[in-house]
Each structure stands twice: as C-alpha cells, then as structure tokens.
C-alpha cells in the first residue's frame, strides 16, 4: 500500500505544479486553492508512504514523478520543447525512481 501511497503522491505533486504555471497565467483563486490542494495532498501520501518506506527511497521517487511529470505535462499542456534530448532525460529520471523500487 506504501508505494500506491507514494505514487498518488507524486500525481498531486504533479498536479500542484500545473496550478502554479495556472496561477501564474490565470491569477485567479481557483487555481491557488486546487495547487494548495495538490500540494497538501501530497505532502499527506508522501507521509503515508514514509511510515514503512526508507526516507531517502520515498523521497527520490516522489521528486522522480513530480519532476518528469511535471516536465510531462508541460510539454502535453503548455506546448514546451519535446526535444529528443530532453525526453531521454525524463526517461533517465523515471528509470532511476523504477530502480530504486526494485531494489528496495
């Protein structure tokens, strides 16, 4: 149950970075309370998942899906770069998140 913990937890993240790029376009309340609301939510899995994950593991996985999600959505959203470099980066950062599941 600690690593559905955990992966919710990076999907809020997600959705909390979305809100501040909306916030930031936007500048209306909505989007500040659902990035309040994704953030806390997170923070709360990350906790849930960390009460029989290693720190360090939960972490690292939680950062690894909230940055390349983040960098995901921006690129489907927001129309960023999908250069071939930087999706071999992303894959780089979920690689390691998938790593350090196997061997924890």
Not at 13 to 18: K, P, T
Not at 19 to 42: D, E, P, R, Y
Not at 45 to 56: Q, V
Not at 95 to 102: E, Q, V
């Amino acid at each position: 149950m600690s690593w559905f913990y955990l992966v919710l937890a990076g999907v809020f993240e997600m959705i909390g970075v979305v809100m501040i790029n909306s916030l930031h376009k936007n500048k209306n309340w909505q989007s500040f309370v659902f990035m309040l609301a994704g953030f806390g939510a997170s923070f709360v899995f990350l906790a849930l998942a960390m009460k029989t994950l290693p720190m360090g593991t939960a972490y690292a996985i939680w950062t690894g899906i909230g940055a390349s999600g983040g960098a995901i959505l921006g690129m489907a959203l927001y129309g960023e770069s999908k250069d071939w470099k930087r999706l071999v980066f992303i894959a780089m950062v979920l690689g390691a998140a998938i790593g350090l599941k196997l061997v924890s």
